[in-house]
């Protein structure tokens, strides 16, 4: 099974990214964050992985960090949440923050997350609260997933990224554009998006 990806970045979408390796390119499947803070095409990128492998399917799911993919594969095992929605909590809480969010039974939190209301938000406090609770969620979240350590893009080409992120998490551009009103052109990517879906959830 895939583990893992070393490669360069050959084609970068919102929800899935092309990965070549070894003259193989691996589509893979991520998040909207995930996509945001791999930075630009043509660069080396590395990508934890799961390898979801169905009697009719296979696919990779990408992610930055070894902890977002302990984190996914655990949400998996929850009744009633699949790849998509894994993803989409995910994108909203890094794993460190998704097991203060089940800690402190912040159902707000949860809600957050897009398709996500409270009856729903609650089953999945008491689901994933076992399934969670696992000492590699306990350490902090590393800040970079390319190889050389850089920095996310900033600037212009940050703030497009997190449009289409929002966008493709099915919110209307008069929204996208509230919830990026004010919001700095520079900064790490995922913090960005997740005050962009908290601006929104209060909207």
């Keep these: 099974m895939i583990g893992s990806l070393r490669g360069t970045l050959l084609e970068r979408g919102v929800a899935e990214v092309l990965v070549e390796v070894g003259g193989i390119g691996y589509r893979v ?18 990508v934890h992985v799961h390898h979801n ?26 009744h009633g949440v699949g790849p998509a929605l894994a993803l989409a909590i995910l994108s909203v809480h890094a794993p460190a923050e998704l097991r203060r969010v089940l800690l402190d ?12 209301g409270k009856k729903t938000a609650a089953r999945l406090l008491v689901e ?9 969620l306990d350490g902090p979240l590393p800040a970079s997933v390319r190889a ?16 289409q992120a929002l966008a493709s998490l099915g919110y209307q551009p008069d929204e996208v554009h ?3 009103r004010d ?4 900064g790490d990517p995922s ?8 601006r929104l959830a209060v909207a």
């Design 29 to 46: 499947t991520v998040s909207p964050a995930t996509a945001v803070q791999l930075g630009e095409v043509g660069t080396e990128v590395f």
């Design 53 to 78: 492998i169905r009697e009719d399917n296979q696919a990779l799911f990408g992610f930055c960090t070894r902890e977002e993919r302990v984190a996914f594969e655990a949400l998996l095992g929850a």
């Design 105 to 116: 039974d912040d159902l707000d939190a949860l809600c957050l997350v897009p398709g996500v």
């Design 128 to 136: 994933l609260k076992s399934r969670l609770d696992v000492p590699e």
């Design 148 to 163: 050389g350590g850089g920095a996310a893009a900033g600037g212009a080409r940050a703030r497009d990224d997190l449009r």
């Design 178 to 180: 509230a919830a990026l």
């Design 183 to 186: 919001l700095p052109d520079e």
């Design 191 to 198: 913090v960005l998006l997740k005050l962009a879906l908290q």
